[in-house]
């Protein structure tokens, strides 16, 4: 169709306008470049030199390598600014303006300008690599960079810093001239502490508080040693908001490295004081304060205040609380309190904010800022791990970098040190900023922690020994013989030894490393107490979702450590060994996840007591593998637990363990495996003493194998087995179906699975049932009945639901599917997203949902016509299935490609896709032909036809062969 001419005064077209948007943007990038090279030439300072040949750089690579170059005008007017305040800030500034607020603040620009600048230097060498012309960089970054230079520009406050020169030589003059003052100061003024240099991840926050202060509210900050408290109470003494509105009226009152034992109020009212920069003289010391701080609007931060509110618990200093209380009710007054206590002065209207760790964006920050024996990029995914495992706690972190950067260790070396040392590696020194040891101490040595005695480093040591914490709830029937233990817990959350989250009681990593370290191991007598409880936990859950069961899904890692612990001290062998087989069994019935007892279970020490123990921990296990479909593991501990039992003397166990491992070769498409070791058993001296239900469950199995390898006829299979009364109904259900993936009448076959359908129902027969309902889907999928299909398969969710979700998973999966057939693609998608949302547990858990997923998600997209996305999935999924050793969908997945291949045009690559499927079809025992034939739902549409004529050997196929 001819193109419309555009009228006259139509808008322009998109692209002309960001033409012109580009062509404005490289003129001022231009203007701003030449005029800041001209200013970095003339100013004498070389940090101010250096700041602006950063911009400079900075703004080279927005010229010529950024696409969006019009997001940064914002960025390059800020530049200008900053240009124009370098060139008037060092003009005139002496050597000593520049250790003070000038310096400063050169100091925070240059941490800036060099964070971004990085930034944008990784976007070009990006280019490079990758062969493009131009990249972009994302616009909540660039407006993250333009908060930060606001920060930022705002510390280089012209009055207060440009000015400093010519203020002082105008007193010097006025001295020289014996000119009066009569506005002398009657105090002597104290400078508050500037801007920590390394804040990193707290800008939020600091936006947060500062809104709070400036909005008149008194802050308690709480946290435990090392969090950053006073770090904090810093930052926003130096925001911009507070300077302006408090002026020199910012008084930082410090009690660190006082004794709480030796304090007095005299101390408290003198350190007070003299943080204000006033005498007292004489009695009545608030008075005197409290005159001085009503003269004008004053933010005070009493730092480190646990100090003194501990030592006013004494009768002796109960007028420390109304002291604060009474300088809080000034008009004007604002109090940022810092404490690892929560013992905070009463009648003050406190906005508590406990400190949270640091990100592991700002940890790594802070990390390479110190660390720099190796570039980041070679070392950052092994510390990654490192700093998790120190709950991302800021001065641990802080100790640690330095430690490495000092002994030049390599990242390997570190982690060696520290899993040698753990928190030995966190004492770089004395005091509470060098040395984790010391923290701590002033911690534990505080009055309230030392009022609790003994009992009080026991239950540290047992929080500190669970890896979820004490679960409070659990407390007192945990551990009977401390009736006191909430009230301890109580007074060691309120000096941030502990915190509470999600009804327990934890520890921060590096105090959990320091209590195992250097404190008492857990008391005996707890850890009989928490294990009998645990024990009798599991022993008492059943397959039904109960209170035990709670326990199980809340506790469930507290637990594990106990049975792991249990089992490496070999305490109650047998009990141990029970309680860890019934632990598994709980996992697999109520959160199946995988577990760390793999290795404990495989150091059992075995001997003729042991190995009935030791087999019954290894099938449990091999089970919860199984569940989550961790098909070779699984497949490895069922072997384990058949020797032992062989050697204990139990061929039948020998024989459920065998079967179920036969089961996991099925499920992975290795038939050929599978009917091997089943057929390998029956001919072995240990069939004849298996029970007759035992035998009719190798058939079964057997023939689950058999029927994907053609090698026996429909007639023949699930026979032997359905002669079992327990296995009867589900070899009738499978005999049938493979009568219709054999090629059976449709008709015939689905009024009998109707017939067996209703029977299953009658019993109550939940998986027979299920078994049932999905071969009467499958037959009408492939009849092309798909609606029938449809309901089919949400009723076999509505079976599912509350009880297995992951066949729910499975079978919304499976609608998608269909609904792809339907040609309703945008229905599939929708579903295929449902599933992942609202199953993510099992999703991510079992890898079979994944490959289910993945796979089920190329078909629907390739049905839809958009191969680059189904080559994508295809691909996916094959690379799991190599992580996971599933032929089945590798080959299902590997000749999906070759179809992307064929309707491309691409023939070489589609017959080279094709021969790779039929290799793997070889490899399972499938014949090519019969790929699809027992998992009709995985088949593609049948307009896919380059399988097919592969395997006839016709053109246009046969021409590249």
Partial sequence: MPSKKSKNGSKQP????????????NQLLGDTIVAINFTRDLIPNDLAKGVLGTVTNILMIVQSVIKNKSDFIAIVKKCEIIRKILERATKDATEDDLQGSLGDALSELNISVNRMNSAAASKKEQRLWQRL???????????????????????????????IAVGVKKLVLESKGNVAINHAPKYRPTEPPSRPAMLYGRDDLVAELTNLVVNDEHLALIGPGGMGKSSLAKAILNESLVTEKFADRRFFVTYDGLDPSTITFEIFMTCFAGALGIEIAGADPVRQISTFLRSASAL???????????????SALGDIPPAIAEVANIPGVILILTSRSRRNAPNVQWITKDIPPLDLGSAQAVFFRIYHHTSRSEAEENIKDLLKELDFHPLAINILANAAQQNAWSPTTLLKRWNDRHSKVLDGGKGKLQSLSDTMQLSLSSPSVQNLGEDGCRVLAIIAFLPQGLNENLASDLLPSLPQVDAICDVLCMQSLVYRQDNFLKVLAPIRHYVQDSLQAPDSTCLQEIRAFYYRTVNSCSKEHDQYADIIISDH?????????????MDDAEETHDACWQFLWCLERHLPRPTTLTPAISNIVESPSTWRLKARCLSSLARLYDTLSQLVEASHAFQAAEALYLTAGDPE???????NRADSLRCQGRFIQSQNLVENLQHSDSW???????????????DKARMFTFTASADELFVKSAEDPIWGLSSKVWHWRAKFCYGGDAVQVNTRLEDLYLQCTSIGDVFDRRD??????????????????????QALIGISEGQHSDDVLWCTVRKAVVASKQGNCDLARELIQKASESFQFFSLRNSRMFLHRSYSSACIELTAGECDRAESYFTATIEACDMQGDLMRKAFSTRGLGEVAFTHGNFALAAERFEETRSLCAEMGVPPQHLYSCIPFDTLPDKFEGWALFLKGQSPLVDVM
């Fill in 653 to 659: 166990m020998m024989g459920h363990c065998l079967i």
């Fill in 133 to 163: 012309f131009s990249v972009r960089i994302d616009r909540d970054q660039i407006a993250g960079w333009e908060k930060d230079l606001d920060r930022v520009i705002a510390l280089f406050n012209f009055e207060a810093i440009a000015g």
């Fill in 300 to 314: 005070v931060v009493l730092d480190n205040a646990e100090t003194f509110e501990e030592a006013s618990a004494s």
């Fill in 772 to 793: 049932a309902l999905e071969g009467l889907a499958q037959i009408a999928s492939c009849e092309g009945r798909l609606s029938d299909a449809m309901d089919n398969l």
């Fill in 688 to 702: 004849e003493s298996f029970s007759e239900t035992t035998k009719a469950r190798a058939w079964f199995f057997l």
């Fill in 557 to 569: 890692l507290n637990i594990e450590q106990v049975v792991a612990f249990n089992l490496a001290n």
């Fill in 14 to 25: 998109a692209h002309d306008t960001e033409e012109s948007q580009d062509d404005t943007v």
